[in-house]
């Protein structure tokens, strides 16, 4: 019997590899362990929650943000860079500083009782509680967050100042504190239940406090 020709094979195929890592979209976990993160504060959330929610093992979580710590700074900044426009966008474009107060602590009364995207109440950077819990180097990098607004708050107050339309007698770093501290007190009501309209009551009397206090004499 004539043999085939060695040219009419199939060609043999590899074996599949088996134990392969099933792939993952990496920015939908990371998200997902923001969420996570926002809801529950980082000492309460465990790896357990953290592979639930994510739908990835804890080999893959170490593999791709290697420790929960870094996991948590890395959903922090994800948190900053997707979600702060919702608040600074108007405060940015505000011809004035009056305008741009309005329209960050109204925005933030939307925001954070979650009346603008699908999210945990309240502010993460606001409510984490990570420097009191022993974590230095993470409590210093919610420290700087946090001090973020503060700086942005003072930058838009001096400006005023600058253009004369805040007195040049104006306290503008004790001025850019208060609004600090309404906003993160919004942040802790909302997360305790309070209202968008109640927040934004909160807002206008802020309002009557700042022009109080840069009325012109």
Known sequence: MQKDDESDREPSRPARARGRPRAFDRQAALDQAMRLFWEKGYEATSIADLTGRMGIGGPSLYAAFGSK???????LGHYQTTNEHHVWERFSAAPTARGAIEA????????????????????????????SEGYAEL??????????????????????????????????HSLARFVQTVQNGMSILARDGASRAELEAVSELALVGWDARTRRQ
Request: proline share 3%.
């Open 69 to 75: 710590e870094a996991l948590y700074a890395e959903a």
């Open 104 to 131: 960050f602590l109204m925005d933030s009364a939307a925001v954070l009782t979650g009346c603008v995207i699908d999210a945990p109440l309240g502010c993460m950077v606001t409510l984490s509680t990570v420097a």
């Open 139 to 172: 409590g210093e990098l919610v420290r700087a967050s946090r001090a973020v607004t503060l700086e942005r708050l003072t930058v838009r107050i001096d400006r005023a100042v600058a253009d004369g339309e805040v007195p040049a007698s104006t306290d503008v």
